[in-house]
C-alpha cells in the first residue's frame, strides 16, 4: 500500500517537473519571447495574482514589461504563458478565436459553471448559444417595458437613501443590478419567493469561481457546485410551470419567455443561458457603477457636465416621466463617461486564451498547447496610445473611436461581450437619478483594486447630501 503510494507520487512529481521544464528545452527550438518560468509548478502565479489598483498596470507587469518587452514568456496558471501588454498581439489573438487560439478558462471553472456554458464552450455549441444571446439584446435592448422596469428598480433604490448620510455602493449597486437582471431572465421581482433563494445560492455559486478547486463536501467549491444544481432546478421548475400553464398566463417578455420558442436549445442550455446571463449581468455591471461614481468624485467638471446632460433631458419631459429609448441616445456625455471608466478602471484585466497550434507573431514564436493571456488593462493604460492614459479624462471619447484596438473593455472577435449595450443602458439611467438627487464625496483609500477581479478596499463608501 505505501509503496504504491511512492510510486504514484515519485511518477507525479515527476510529471509535474517535466510539465514544468520540458518547455524550456522547447524554447531552444523557436523565438519564444523572453522572460522566466519562476519556480517549479507554481511558476510566477503569485506575482502575477498580487493585487493593485485596477487603475495602474501592477509591479508584476511592470517589472516584466521593462525587463522583456511588451511580449514576454512566463509559467501561470499550471501552464507555459506568453504574456501580452501588445495593442495589435491582443488584437490579433481576439480575432483568430477558435482558428488559432481559443478560449481556455482554468478546468475547475467548467466544473461549476458547467458544459453548456457559454463561457467555456467552444466551435458549434458557442456559435448557437451566442446567437441566441445577441438577439435576446437586440429584441430586448429599446423595449420600454424593460427600460421602464430599469428606471424603477433605480429609483426605488434612491429612495431608500432618503435618510441616510452614507452608504456601502458597491452593495447598492449589486442590489440594483441584481434587480434588473433577475426581472430581465427570468420576471422576478425583490418581493417573489424565489428571488432571494437564487441571490444566496447565486452568491455562493461565485464564490466558488474563485476558490480552491477541490471538491470536498464544504468548500466553497462543493458549495458552489451545489449551489449551481439548486440554481438549475429552481430554473427547470420555473419552465415547467410555465409550460404548463401556457396561454393562462399574462404575456411575459423576459428572456425565459423568449428562450421557450427557441428549440434548438435543451432545457440544460436554456438553463445554462440563464446562470450566464446572471453571471455575465451582475457584478461586472455593478462594477462599472461603482468606478463611474467613485472617479466622478474627483472629477468636478465632469459631473458637472453630466448633470447638465441629465437635467436638460428631464426638463423636456413631464415630471415622473419615465425615460425612453430617445432620451437614451441624447445622453452623449454619459456614454464618454462610461467608455473612460471601463478604460481607466478595468474591469476585465485580461482573457485566459490557448494556442491550437504553432503561432508565429511577428518576431515570436507560441507554441502549441500554450496558455496565451491578452492583457486589456495595459493597452488602456499605455500612455503611447492613451494621451494622459493615468488620469480620467472622458473628454478623450468625444474625438478618440471606441471601436479601436487600443479599447477592449468587453472583449473582442467571436466572443465579444453580448451584454455590452445592456451595461451601458442600466448605468446611464442610473446615473441618470443620482446625478439629479445627491451630491456624494469618497475617501481617497477606497481604491479599485484588482484581485485581479476588482473591488473596492472599502466596498466604496459614498458620504450624501441631498440636491436641493
Ligand atoms: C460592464 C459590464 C461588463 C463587462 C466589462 C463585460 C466584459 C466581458 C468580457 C471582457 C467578455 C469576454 C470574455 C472572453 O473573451 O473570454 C465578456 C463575455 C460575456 N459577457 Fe460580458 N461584460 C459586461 C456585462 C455583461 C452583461 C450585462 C451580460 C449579460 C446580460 C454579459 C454576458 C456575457 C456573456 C454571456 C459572455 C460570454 C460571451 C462568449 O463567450 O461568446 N456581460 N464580457
Same mark, same amino acid.
Given at each position: 500500500?505505501?509503496?504504491?503510494?511512492?510510486?504514484?507520487?515519485?511518477?507525479?512529481?515527476?510529471?509535474? *517537473?517535466?510539465?514544468?521544464?520540458?518547455?524550456?528545452?522547447?524554447?531552444?527550438?523557436? @523565438?519564444?519571447?523572453?522572460?522566466?518560468?519562476?519556480?517549479?509548478?507554481?511558476?510566477?502565479?503569485?506575482? &502575477?495574482?498580487?493585487?493593485?489598483?485596477?487603475?495602474?498596470?501592477?509591479?508584476?507587469?511592470?517589472?516584466?514589461?521593462?525587463?522583456?518587452?511588451?511580449? &514576454?514568456?512566463?509559467?501561470?496558471?499550471?501552464?507555459?504563458?506568453?504574456?501580452?501588454? %501588445?495593442?495589435?498581439?491582443?488584437?490579433?489573438?481576439?480575432?483568430?478565436?477558435?482558428?488559432?487560439?481559443?478560449?481556455?478558462?482554468?478546468?475547475?471553472?467548467?466544473?461549476?459553471?458547467?458544459?453548456?456554458?457559454?463561457?467555456?464552450?467552444?466551435?458549434?455549441?458557442?456559435?448557437?448559444?451566442?446567437?441566441?444571446?445577441?438577439?435576446?439584446?437586440?429584441?430586448?435592448?429599446?423595449?420600454?417595458?424593460?427600460?421602464? %422596469?430599469?428606471?424603477? *428598480?433605480?429609483?426605488? *433604490?434612491?429612495?431608500?437613501?432618503?435618510?441616510?448620510?452614507?452608504?456601502?455602493?458597491?452593495?447598492?449597486? !449589486?442590489?440594483?443590478?441584481?434587480?434588473? =437582471?433577475?426581472?430581465?431572465?427570468?420576471?422576478?421581482?425583490?418581493? %417573489?419567493?424565489?428571488?432571494?433563494?437564487?441571490?444566496?445560492?447565486?452568491?455562493?455559486?461565485?464564490?466558488?469561481?474563485? @476558490?480552491?478547486?477541490?471538491?470536498?463536501?464544504?468548500?466553497?467549491?462543493?458549495?458552489?457546485?451545489?449551489?449551481?444544481?439548486?440554481?438549475?432546478?429552481?430554473?427547470?421548475? =420555473?419552465?415547467?410551470?410555465? !409550460?404548463?400553464?401556457?396561454?393562462?398566463?399574462?404575456?411575459?417578455?423576459?428572456?425565459?419567455? =423568449?428562450?421557450?420558442?427557441?428549440?434548438?436549445?435543451?432545457?440544460?442550455?436554456?438553463?445554462?443561458?440563464?446562470?450566464?446571463?446572471?453571471?455575465?449581468?451582475?457584478?461586472?455591471?455593478?462594477?462599472?457603477?461603482?468606478?463611474?461614481?467613485?472617479?466622478?468624485?474627483? @472629477?468636478?467638471?465632469?459631473?458637472?457636465?453630466?448633470?447638465?446632460?441629465?437635467?436638460?433631458?428631464?426638463?423636456?419631459?413631464?415630471?415622473?416621466?419615465?425615460?425612453?429609448?430617445?432620451?437614451?441616445?441624447?445622453?452623449? &456625455?454619459?456614454?464618454?463617461?462610461?467608455?473612460?471608466?471601463? !478604460?481607466?478602471?478595468?474591469?476585465?484585466?485580461?482573457?485566459?486564451? !490557448?494556442?491550437?497550434?504553432?503561432?508565429?507573431?511577428?518576431?515570436?514564436?507560441?507554441?502549441?498547447?500554450?496558455?496565451?493571456?491578452?492583457?486589456?488593462?495595459?493597452?488602456?493604460?499605455?500612455?503611447?496610445?492613451?494621451?494622459?492614459?493615468?488620469?480620467?479624462?472622458?473628454?478623450?471619447?468625444?474625438?478618440?473611436?471606441?471601436?479601436?484596438?487600443?479599447?477592449?473593455? &468587453?472583449?473582442?472577435?467571436?466572443?465579444?461581450?453580448?451584454?455590452?449595450?445592456?451595461?451601458?443602458?442600466?448605468?446611464?439611467?442610473?446615473?441618470?437619478?443620482?446625478?439629479?438627487?445627491?451630491?456624494?464625496?469618497?475617501?481617497?483609500?477606497?481604491?479599485?483594486?484588482?484581485?485581479?477581479?476588482?473591488?473596492?478596499?472599502?466596498?466604496?463608501?459614498?458620504?450624501?447630501?441631498?440636491?436641493?
Amino acid at each position: 500500500m505505501a509503496g504504491g503510494f511512492w510510486l504514484v507520487f515519485v511518477v507525479g512529481a515527476f510529471g509535474l *517537473i517535466l510539465n514544468h521544464f520540458l518547455p524550456l528545452f522547447f524554447v531552444r527550438l523557436g @523565438s519564444v519571447p523572453k522572460g522566466s518560468f519562476g519556480w517549479p509548478l507554481l511558476g510566477e502565479t503569485l506575482g &502575477f495574482l498580487k493585487p493593485h489598483t485596477s487603475n495602474s498596470l501592477g509591479a508584476f507587469l511592470q517589472d516584466h514589461c521593462s525587463r522583456y518587452g511588451k511580449v &514576454f514568456k512566463s509559467h501561470l496558471f499550471l501552464s507555459p504563458t506568453v504574456v501580452s501588454l %501588445d495593442e495589435e498581439l491582443n488584437y490579433f489573438i481576439l480575432q483568430n478565436e477558435g482558428k488559432l487560439f481559443e478560449c481556455s478558462y482554468p478546468k475547475p471553472i467548467h466544473g461549476i459553471l458547467g458544459k453548456a456554458s457559454m463561457l467555456v464552450t467552444v466551435g458549434d455549441t458557442h456559435k448557437k448559444l451566442r446567437n441566441v444571446a445577441l438577439s435576446l439584446v437586440s429584441i430586448t435592448k429599446s423595449k420600454p417595458d424593460f427600460l421602464t %422596469d430599469i428606471e424603477s *428598480i433605480a429609483i426605488c *433604490i434612491l429612495h431608500t437613501w432618503k435618510d441616510k448620510q452614507q452608504v456601502i455602493f458597491s452593495e447598492e449597486a !449589486r442590489k440594483f443590478t441584481f434587480n434588473v =437582471i433577475i426581472k430581465q431572465v427570468l420576471g422576478l421581482t425583490p418581493k %417573489d419567493p424565489q428571488t432571494s433563494a437564487i441571490l444566496q445560492d447565486f452568491l455562493t455559486f461565485m464564490r466558488g469561481l474563485i @476558490s480552491l478547486p477541490l471538491y470536498i463536501p464544504g468548500t466553497p467549491y462543493a458549495r458552489a457546485v451545489q449551489a449551481r444544481s439548486r440554481i438549475s432546478s429552481m430554473v427547470k421548475a =420555473i419552465i415547467e410551470e410555465r !409550460r404548463r400553464y401556457a396561454g393562462n398566463c399574462r404575456k411575459r417578455s423576459d428572456f425565459l419567455e =423568449i428562450l421557450q420558442g427557441v428549440d434548438t436549445l435543451s432545457d440544460d442550455e436554456k438553463v445554462s443561458f440563464i446562470l450566464d446571463s446572471l453571471l455575465g449581468g451582475y457584478e461586472t455591471t455593478s462594477l462599472l457603477m461603482s468606478l463611474v461614481v467613485s472617479f466622478l468624485s474627483h @472629477s468636478p467638471s465632469a459631473l458637472q457636465t453630466l448633470k447638465a446632460e441629465h437635467q436638460s433631458i428631464r426638463n423636456m419631459k413631464q415630471k415622473d416621466e419615465y425615460l425612453n429609448w430617445e432620451d437614451y441616445k441624447k445622453m452623449e &456625455f454619459t456614454q464618454n463617461v462610461i467608455n473612460e471608466a471601463l !478604460r481607466y478602471g478595468n474591469i476585465v484585466k485580461f482573457v485566459h486564451r !490557448r494556442a491550437l497550434k504553432d503561432v508565429k507573431f511577428r518576431e515570436h514564436l507560441i507554441p502549441s498547447g500554450w496558455k496565451v493571456l491578452p492583457i486589456f488593462s495595459a493597452v488602456h493604460l499605455d500612455p503611447s496610445l492613451h494621451a494622459s492614459a493615468l488620469q480620467f479624462h472622458p473628454r478623450r471619447w468625444e474625438s478618440q473611436d471606441q471601436m479601436c484596438k487600443r479599447f477592449t473593455p &468587453f472583449g473582442g472577435g467571436s466572443r465579444c461581450c453580448p451584454g455590452s449595450e445592456l451595461a451601458k443602458l442600466e448605468v446611464s439611467f442610473f446615473l441618470h437619478h443620482l446625478v439629479q438627487n445627491f451630491r456624494w464625496t469618497t475617501e481617497d483609500d477606497d481604491q479599485p483594486t484588482a484581485y485581479p477581479y476588482v473591488e473596492f478596499t472599502r466596498g466604496l463608501v459614498l458620504y450624501l447630501e441631498p440636491c436641493s
